[in-house]
């Protein structure tokens, strides 16, 4: 059995604890590998070997820390089918999704490139007689990025990518359902020319989570998971003195008015709902349509396009989806169905039970649908993170604006219409974080910023953009002045000093 090791001070190191987790094919069903799980001791020393290399790493000049980041970009594209094909083998998603997973990573890594620009300070000549006062943007310490299962490459690359550019030092604590490609990722960042100790990746569950998140010498933490996670993580984190951004879960809504393009509609909801077998924070899990009509419209034409779906292994070119990550996954999202058929919503489209010939082992779900979804229903109020698409339909417009504002979540929300006007009010009135208008899966691009509102975030400052500089960094402030014989002593003062 392949074991999967920690990656501390630019080394593999074996792990102690005697503890693992197993590492699964979803397309087999089989355990291909198990992954240590690392002890508090193991953190410590990855925390340690961050510590030591952090002054130099910090000191080290802005346009050199982003050469890093260029070279990283070309090491990681020369080896993209490798690293795609080995995040498809754990994770279970197409190859071509795996390769938008880490080409959205490597997005944020080009705005990390430019980072010599976005942390020039500000500067204001003659704030008061001789005074000058000067801001900087200084790099934390050791800082932490803790990830889900869903985005192996993206979400670890969200994190370090900004936080190592802008000069801090880090210890990633990947999902232990599919570590192997944060492991790769750490090293070919060193390879791309980082110093050893500056990435460091430990695996393990909650022991790990827990050892960073009171650790004396880790000054902040980026979390995404689950919202009851997320929200400990932030609570425990900022209980011992750190900074901690924590994004939760989501149940996404997509609005359709009448004057809808009901063809683009069918085509966006089904990559949206079904791309990634459900699997993504942004997936467009809840469809709801305005007025009667649209509603048996959109039905309709669902009913008609989900049998096209085609489910299969992750390196099958023409899947659409593949399997879920794991059984115990599969079995939470079947459970989920049927609750929805307990709770007395319609189940039009049956996706449980699904068997692909020759893997019937493999965690695989057909495309589920649902209609006459209440907002009452549990199965509608949490995230499902499966092939399920719940149609709720919507008397009018204000109806459905309040079912995505109302809702416990509210990471990202689409309305699709043809209408300016409409869009203009919804985008302004929705109370959800990311809005796309006729774009289904509003993550913003690297440059822009991404996060949610209600129990899909906790914490104030975003991912990546200029917001994850500000997660990233601390100011400091200089109020100077020199002295000048052409100025006048100033006399003592025993008031706070004001600019008059
Ligand atoms: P998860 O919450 O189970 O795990 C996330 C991380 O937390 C993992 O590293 C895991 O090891 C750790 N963890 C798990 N249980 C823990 C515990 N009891 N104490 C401390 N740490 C613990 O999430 P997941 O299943 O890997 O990922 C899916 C979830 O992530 C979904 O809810 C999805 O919506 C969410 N997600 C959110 C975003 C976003 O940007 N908001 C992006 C991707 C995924």
Request: charged share 20%; with cysteine.
């Amino acid at each position: 059995m392949r074991d999967i090791h920690h990656f501390i001070g630019g080394q593999t190191l074996a792990g102690a604890s005697g503890r693992f987790g197993d590492v699964m094919d979803p397309n087999t069903g089989q355990v291909q590998a198990r992954v240590q799980l690392a002890t508090i001791d193991e953190v410590d020393r990855a925390v340690q070997s961050a510590q030591a290399a952090f002054e130099g790493w910090a000191s080290t000049n802005p346009q050199r820390r982003a050469r890093v980041m260029f070279e990283f970009k070309r090491v990681v594209e020369a080896r993209m089918d490798e690293l795609a094909h080995l995040l498809s083998s754990e994770h279970g998603k197409v190859i071509a999704d795996s390769k938008g997973d880490l080409q959205r990573g490597l997005e944020v890594i080009e705005f990390a490139c430019g980072i010599p620009h976005a942390l020039k300070g500000e500067y204001t000549q003659g704030a008061g007689p001789g005074i000058d006062v000067y801001s900087m943007r200084q790099p934390l310490g050791v800082v932490a990025g803790i990830t889900p299962f869903n985005f192996p490459g993206m979400i670890p690359m969200w994190m370090f990518g900004v936080a190592i550019a802008v000069g801090n030092t880090f210890v990633l604590k990947p999902s232990e359902r599919d570590p192997s490609v944060p492991v790769r990722l750490a090293e070919l960042m060193l390879e791309a020319g980082v110093p050893e100790g500056v990435l460091n990746v430990v695996h393990g569950d909650k022991v790990a989570v827990d050892a960073l998140l009171t650790h004396p010498q880790v000054h902040a933490v980026s979390f995404v998971g689950s919202s009851d996670i997320a929200h400990y993580v932030y609570r425990l984190g900022a209980e011992h003195g750190k900074r901690v951004q924590a994004m939760g879960g989501a149940k996404n809504h997509g609005i359709v008015l009448p004057d809808a393009d009901m063809d683009q509609v069918i085509r966006d909801l089904t990559g949206a709902a079904y791309g990634s077998a459900g699997e993504r924070c942004m997936a467009l899990p809840v469809v709801v349509p305005v007025g009667q009509k649209t509603a048996d419209d959109l039905r309709e034409r669902l009913v008609e396009e989900i049998p096209s779906l085609k489910v299969g292994v992750s390196t099958d070119a023409d899947a659409h989806y593949g399997p879920v990550v794991t059984a115990a996954h599969k079995a939470r999202v079947e459970g989920w169905i049927a609750r929805g058929v307990e709770e007395g919503a319609e189940l039009i489209v049956d996706g449980r039970g699904f068997s692909l010939q020759g893997h019937e082992q493999g965690f695989f779900i057909g495309p589920s649908l649902f209609d006459q979804v209440k907002p009452t229903m549990e199965s509608y109020r949490e995230e499902i993170f499966g092939p399920v698409l719940q149609i709720v339909r919507a008397e009018s417009f204000e109806a459905a604006l309040a079912l995505p504002s109302q809702h416990q979540y509210g990471y990202g929300v689409a309305i699709f219409t043809r209408s300016g006007s409409a869009a203009r009010d919804f985008a302004a009135r929705v109370n959800v974080g990311m809005v796309g208008i006729n774009v289904p899966i509003p993550v913003p691009v690297a440059y822009h910023t991404f996060g949610g509102w209600k129990r899909s975030a906790f914490g104030d400052i975003n991912q990546h953009g200029m917001e994850g500089v500000r997660f990233w960094t601390k100011t400091k402030t200089v109020t100077a002045r020199w002295p000048d014989s052409a100025l006048e002593h100033a006399d003592s003062s025993f008031v706070i000093p004001t600019m008059r």
